[in-house]
């Protein structure tokens, strides 16, 4: 019952996942079965977080069904593992580090310890000095070299050194100063930096470079430009000060570009990149919401952190909604998973997501480096509603793929909207619940006869329904509900991890492509030789050097 190279017992041999899957070839009933048996299960499957509401009774799944699941969840230790994670214990195994990224929003008197050392003090200290930073800033008291007052933000960094505060940026544009520019640069293209930068006055502006290793070759790369972008007009070495700040745990790296140590926010190597939007990666959001706003986000996700880590099992939301993509990931073969947030102000809330699942959970090795033989982390896709709904969900709905998908909707638009535009907000909500109905229940051939469509257009225009979706609703799109709602889907991809016996905390898929790129650059640039280069990439080169030319 064992792999060899472990005590564990393999996933797919524990009696917990053979009984899913038997469970699974028995068949599922449509969820107009499901419905029609037990209306009650609208009511009963929700579960509600801080200010969430999250419906799961749109899945295929029977109270045998979820207690399945859980069983499933016991037999592989989610929640010893869970404690293990709050306990500060070295769960990245294969960068041997503490993952705490709940520390990061713990409460001022909470004693987290690493090695024996209680972070919280030190985390909250970065949180004071940051506040101090953009209040400063934010009065104008922190002014450029030539003493004009910063009026432009740049975030320069790349992956979890972008992506959250870019995202959270979009998210809470309504909780903004107005009269500040906010901008993220993280593509090595240059035109990424040039459109960020080529209204803007280097006077006026202030660098973040984010970058918890410092070394990433995009966000050094913009850095550089950047920094030659401002001297080449402010004219003098002393100018940086004023106008770049570093995000880093790399002090050595950060003075060595140049920029004042004074001038570094820092964070620690149990925060990992994806995981490290509520650090110091944030200062750029917290210049654009304020201090107090930013603490709101914070409290927020302390909230699911706390239901995560003490709500029981049927009721902890992360654990039901890890359990429900296993479900579909592993028994039914889904390959992906849509996240459709109907607001526009999420409109990269599936991006950030992407690297916070797909890089988490795109793992193939189990911990002990065994190969899995179960599919591990979906494809995670989605754009915000009801863009959506005149583009891809015609697949969704009459394709030939099984995709569970998330919808997240507000009961309230901003305030900031006029009354008339708010107005608009039923509307949106009137697609957001038509489209979990129309994906649950369908619509049946007999329903479309019904209608008196021509009987060779009835299978065209026949709906097979049984799409799985959970519904997520929030009061509003404030702050806080951000905090739950990344906390959420952070601890979704653990529960997810945790089963799957992976290492949900390290990325070292990415790291081939990194050297890769060092190596061919002179290939391009100068037109060296690569030795080793394969045929293809080789001549691909060579037309690339001969299309340049041209
Ligand atoms: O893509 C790999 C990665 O290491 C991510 O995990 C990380 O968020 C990103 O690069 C940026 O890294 P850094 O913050 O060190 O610049």
Known sequence: MSDASSDTPKLTRRPEWTALADHRAGGQPHLRELFAADPGRAERYVVRVGDLHI????????????????????????????????????????????????????????VIEVDGE??????????????????????GEWTGHTDKRIKNIVNIGIGGSDLGPAMAFEALRPFTDRGLTVRFVSNVDGADLHEAIRDLDPAETLFIVASKTFTTIETITNATSARKWLLDVLGDDKAVAKHFVALSTNAEKVTGFGIDADNMF????????RYSFDSAIGLSLMIAIGPERFRELLDGFHTVDEHFRTAPAEENAPLLLGLLGIWYGNFFDAQSHAVLPYSHYLSKFTAYLQQLDMESNGKSVQKDGTPVEWQTGPVVWGTPGTNGQHAYYQLIHQGTKLIPADFIGFARPVDELSDELKAQHDLLMANFFAQTQALAFGKTEEEVREEGVAEAQVAHRTFRGNHPTTTILAPELTPSVLGQLIALYEHKVFVQGAVWNIDSFDQWGVELGKVLAKRIEPALTEGAQVPGLDPSTTALVAAYRSLKEV
């Open 118 to 139: 209680n972070v919280v003090p030190a985390v909250h200290a970065v949180l004071d000095k940051m506040a101090g930073f953009a209040d400063r800033v934010r009065s």
């Open 55 to 110: 419906d799961y009774s749109k899945h295929q799944v029977s109270d045998e069904t979820l207690a399945l699941l859980q069983e499933l969840a016991v037999a592989t230790d989610v929640f010893g593992q869970r404690d293990a994670m709050f306990r500060g214990d070295r769960i990245n195994t294969t960068e041997d580090r503490a993952v705490l990224h709940t520390a990061l929003r713990a409460p001022r008197d909470a």
């Open 266 to 273: 820092e964070f620690w190597d149990w925060v990992g990149g």
